[in-house]
């Protein structure tokens, strides 16, 4: 979580509770704010302006706080997916589980393997590799910030993805610790997992993927690039989308840095799930 105070400094000055506004916007409806702001000027022109000031500061105490923040998505997810079924209650079973890792050494490990296993262990893919949103694949994508989070959890210098063989490191360590695991009287599975062929085969190859597949992990979403090909080949479609959007785009084709790739793309391939 963010450091509160730092955070919050983006909403001081004269400006402030207006870029708080925008903020809310994210989250809130637009009814709902349009009901805050004439609250506040109302209490402010009634000559209340510190109980606005008061209902300002509590907006900003739920910021950078992730029970509050976590407990908020599920309520009004829950609203609005019983709106949409016609159902009434509550949906989720318990509240989520928090718990506070030491940022070093063999927890912090652990930790990030368990949370990129969590999509073998659902059945939402047999490799943590091919979850797009898992900080793994995002790592093996191309994205830095998620390459120095590894690095970090392994205790490697965190711009050592490449040159310390993070990512090899880390695969191994999933596939160790994600095996699937079978009740050895009835062959019932015990806890799902990466299969024990799988895993046999990544710990013999030690971690290593193929350039091919490198290549394909960082160009799995081949629309974010626009166009994939040799340099000349990119260059072409780039020289011709800007006979037709003008001269502002200045650059052309961009070469893939991952697994030493001989392919350019037209534009930097998006890394964020969130984008």
Request: with cysteine; proline share 4%.
């Amino acid at each position: 979580m963010p450091h509160r105070p730092t955070w919050l400094q983006r909403f001081d000055g004269p400006s402030g509770e207006h870029k708080l506004f925008q903020h809310l916007s994210i989250l809130y409806s637009k009814t709902y704010l349009g009901l805050l702001r004439d609250e506040l000027t109302d209490l402010r022109q009634r000559g209340m302006a510190l109980l606005a000031d008061q209902k300002i500061e509590a907006l900003k105490k739920r910021f950078c706080d992730l029970s509050l923040f976590v407990k908020e998505i599920k309520e009004r997810f829950s609203r609005w997916f019983n709106k949409r079924r016609g159902r009434r209650g509550t949906l989720w079973m318990d509240r989520f589980k928090s718990v506070l890792v030491e940022g070093k050494g063999e927890p912090l490990r652990t930790m990030a393997a368990y949370i990129d296993l969590n999509p073998v262990r659902a059945g939402l893919a047999k490799d943590p590799k091919d979850y797009r949103w898992c900080g793994y694949a995002e790592a093996l994508s191309g994205s830095r910030r998620a390459q120095r989070g590894l690095c970090k959890a392994l205790g490697k210098p965190v711009d050592g993805w490449k040159s310390t063989a993070a990512a090899e490191a880390y695969r191994c360590l999933l596939h160790a610790d994600g095996r699937e695991i079978k009740d050895v009287r009835n062959e019932h599975v015990v806890r799902s997992g990466v299969s024990a062929d799988t895993a046999r085969a990544v710990l013999a190859a030690k971690g290593k993927l193929s350039t091919a597949e490198l290549v394909r992990l960082r160009v799995r979403y081949f629309t974010d690039g626009l166009a994939l090909g040799s340099k000349e080949f990119v260059e072409s479609i780039f020289e011709a989308q800007r006979e037709l959007s003008g001269p502002k785009k200045r650059r052309g084709a961009r070469r893939l840095k991952e697994a030493a790739s001989p392919f350019y793309t037209l534009r930097s391939l998006r890394l964020s799930p969130l984008d």
